[in-house]
C-alpha cells in the first residue's frame, strides 16, 4: 500500500507564495498562518487544506496578465468582455 500525499504540490505555501504577485503577499501570509494556528486542532485541520486551495487557485489567477483587464470589465458590467456563468454552465442558476 503505498501513502497518498495530504495535499498537492501546487498547495505548498512557498509555491504559492512564488506565483502570488507580492502585493497579494501580506495578506496570505496572515491568513496562512491564523489556520496554520487553528490546525493544531484536529478538526480544523481540513480549513487550512481549503485555504490553501483557495489560495492556489487565486494565485493562478491574479497571475495571469489578462485578469486585472478582465476584473475591471466585471466591475464595469461590461457584458460583452465576459461571459456569464449561465452562459458557460447551462442550468448554473438551478444548481445553487
Known amino acids: 500500500m503505498t501513502a497518498e500525499p ?3 504540490a501546487e498547495d505548498d505555501p512557498a509555491e504559492i ?3 502570488l504577485p507580492e502585493r497579494w503577499h501580506e495578506q496570505f501570509l496572515s491568513e496562512y498562518h491564523s489556520a496554520l ?6 478538526w480544523r ?3 487550512l487544506r481549503e485555504l490553501l486551495r483557495v489560495w492556489r ?3 493562478a489567477a491574479v ?3 489578462d485578469f486585472a483587464h478582465a476584473e475591471q470589465a466585471v ?3 461590461r457584458r460583452d468582455e465576459f461571459v456569464s456563468m449561465e452562459d458557460a ?3 448554473w442558476a438551478d444548481r445553487r
Do not use: I, K, T
Not at 494556528?37 to 484536529?42: F, G, I, Q, R
Open 75 to 77: 466591475r464595469e458590467n
Open 45 to 47: 485541520f481540513q480549513q
Open 6 to 8: 495530504l495535499h498537492h
Open 17 to 19: 507564495l512564488r506565483v
Open 63 to 65: 497571475s495571469n496578465p
Open 89 to 91: 454552465f447551462p442550468g
Open 57 to 59: 487557485l487565486h494565485a
Open 37 to 42: 494556528d487553528a490546525a493544531h486542532e484536529v
